[in-house]
């Protein structure tokens, strides 16, 4: 009993320093976003992307040079630069440049060519998973009430990863995938649903009063289902490295890799499904 007792107060402690540093970080980002020059988001999610990448590296290139893992997060911060700048149609011709550099220079700087495709696969697909889809987030910025749909997506995101955290800690005995993430539970994966559909309607009557019912539900059971997803593939990465967190930027949620999770498939589906919506004329 005492020992279920302790277990009980330590995950109300672990949830109530997440929520808390939560809410110490978001309230004056979100004020930066609505209140600051138009660029400013573009900033946060490239000082965003620049940090998760670097971290990314140390867990999956942990013998790479200091060099390397520099030039590859420079090439990720042009590709951000791209989607605030340039049109889409460059993104892809960034991609192909950027995998053309990897094929000359690691020949070149490199003595060791036993690892050389692992070495290239994994710093391509790198600033693919994280400055390619978090900078979603700056295209859907572009759209029609883009900084309401930004606002909506980070409330939902935030909301669905606190009611899972809390359902899961306080209600969670059936584990999701244990051989990835130990810790989350289905009782957690379906929590973070009910709370982002409470964020999207919330923000449906508030702000987006002619969005259609039937959309709501999909637009929160999609970033809830491609949050949930995306924080998985991080967990993935770091049990791959054997570790618990990508970093200790931030208190009570490890580092900057760790924030993002959530925001790297859902802001690529929210962009692509208000792209339908807006081509079908219903947005």
Not at 157 to 163: E, I, Q, S
Request: aromatic residues 12%; positive net charge; hydrophobic residues 50%.
């Amino acid at each position: 009993m005492t020992r279920a007792f302790q277990l009980d107060g330590l995950r109300v402690f672990k949830v109530t320093k997440r929520i808390f540093s939560a809410l110490i970080i978001i309230p004056p980002l979100t004020l930066l976003i609505v209140f600051g020059p138009h660029y400013t988001l573009y900033i946060m999610v490239s000082v965003a992307a620049i940090l998760g990448l670097y971290e990314f590296y140390n867990l999956t290139l942990p013998d790479q040079g200091r060099g390397g893992k520099i030039g590859a997060v420079v090439m990720g911060t042009i590709l951000c630069g791209v989607f605030q700048w340039a049109s889409y149609e460059a993104v892809v011709s960034i991609l192909g440049v950027i995998l053309l550099i990897l094929f000359l220079g690691y020949p070149l700087l490199s003595s060791d060519l036993s690892t050389l495709p692992n070495r290239i696969g994994v710093t391509f697909f790198g600033i693919v998973y994280i400055p390619f889809l978090l900078s979603h987030i700056t295209l859907i910025n572009k759209l029609p009430k883009g900084l309401i749909w930004v606002l909506l997506l980070v409330a939902t995101v935030w909301a669905g990863d606190t009611f899972a955290l809390i359902v899961g800690s306080l209600w969670g005995r059936h584990k999701l995938c244990p051989q990835i993430s130990p810790k989350k539970t289905i009782e957690g994966f379906l929590g973070c649903f009910v709370g982002a559909i409470v964020s999207i309607f919330a923000f449906k009557t508030l702000f987006l009063t002619t969005l259609a019912a039937r959309d709501a539900i999909v637009v929160g059971s999609g970033i809830a289902l491609f949050g949930q997803l995306g924080d998985l593939s991080e967990s993935m990465i770091k049990r791959g490295a054997n570790v618990k967190d990508s970093g200790a930027l931030i208190p009570g949620h490890g580092g900057m890799l760790d924030r993002l999770d959530s925001f790297l498939f859902s802001s690529p589906f929210l962009y692509y499904f208000l792209i339908y919506k807006i081509y079908a004329g219903a947005i």
